[in-house]
């Protein structure tokens, strides 16, 4: 099946800093990739569709001057979380569209900021 | 927002019976898919049904949706400790060329050995 990465796995920075997040498509190209957000315990919460070579759409209450996103190329897609505080610890997770109704999801990104 | 939502929150059953999962959603959807989710991992694809099939299987999964009551089902049939888990449904609806997901809050699935 269709593989999807994000690096880093774990990433744990200080409050003020920037955090970049990489989502990857290994064996195929996508031209719309998405960033979820997940609270323990609870639902996956989109976050924005990333879109190859255009402006990323965020969804309502997403800061798009928090949540930078950049899919530059039809295999990468990166999310950058500016300034980040405590309350942007939370597991990130991405996914890339293979054809119109599928999406083959990363593994994750633990983001704990001190 | 949320669409789906699941019934029961948690589930526990002991292996080799049947797990039964609902999910019931509130508009009109394209499909809907169900997904796996090991603690800290990222989400496995398991089965999607269109808004025009009623059922369909895949090994020891089976899926059922009902449009008229908007909800849908999935069955794990002869359970296994390695299907411990949290099972999400998410339904997807086409907002111009693109479609998106909107998961519901998820079962959890205990089965004990």
């Known amino acids: 099946g269709a593989v999807v990465s994000q690096h880093p796995s774990r990433v744990i920075c200080k409050s003020g800093t920037s955090v970049k997040i990489e989502c990857r498509s290994l064996?195929?190209?996508?031209?719309?990739m998405f960033w979820y957000r997940q609270f323990p315990k609870q639902s996956l919460m989109l976050m924005a569709t990333?879109?190859?070579?255009?402006?990323?759409?965020?969804e309502q209450g997403v800061e798009k001057d928090k949540f930078l996103i950049n899919h530059a190329s039809l295999t990468l897609s990166t999310l950058t979380v500016t300034s980040a505080h405590p309350e942007d610890s939370s597991f990130y997770i991405c996914?890339?569209?293979?054809?119109?109704?599928?999406?083959?999801f990363g593994p994750g990104t633990r983001l704990t900021v001190l | 927002s949320q669409q789906g939502e699941e019934d029961p929150q948690a589930l526990s059953i002991q292996e080799g019976e049947n797990a039964t999962m609902n999910c019931s959603y509130k508009?009109?959807?394209?499909?809907l898919q169900w997904y796996r989710q090991n603690s800290g991992r990222g989400l496995v694809h398991l089965i999607l049904?269109?808004?025009?099939?009623r059922e369909k299987h895949s090994g020891r999964l089976r899926v059922t949706l009902d449009t008229s009551k908007k909800s849908s089902s999935l069955l794990i049939t002869a359970s296994r400790a390695a299907d411990t888990a949290s099972y999400f449904c998410?339904?997807?609806?086409?907002?111009?060329?693109?479609?998106?997901?909107?998961f519901g809050k998820g079962i959890t699935l205990s089965v004990r050995p």
């Open positions: 996914s890339a569209r293979l054809g119109t109704d599928t999406q083959y």
């Open positions: 508009t009109s959807i394209n499909n």
């Open positions: 049904i269109r808004s025009n099939e």
């Open positions: 990333s879109n190859e070579g255009s402006k990323a759409t965020y």
């Open positions: 064996d195929f190209q996508a031209t719309t």
């Open positions: 998410a339904t997807a609806a086409y907002t111009g060329a693109n479609s998106k997901l909107t």
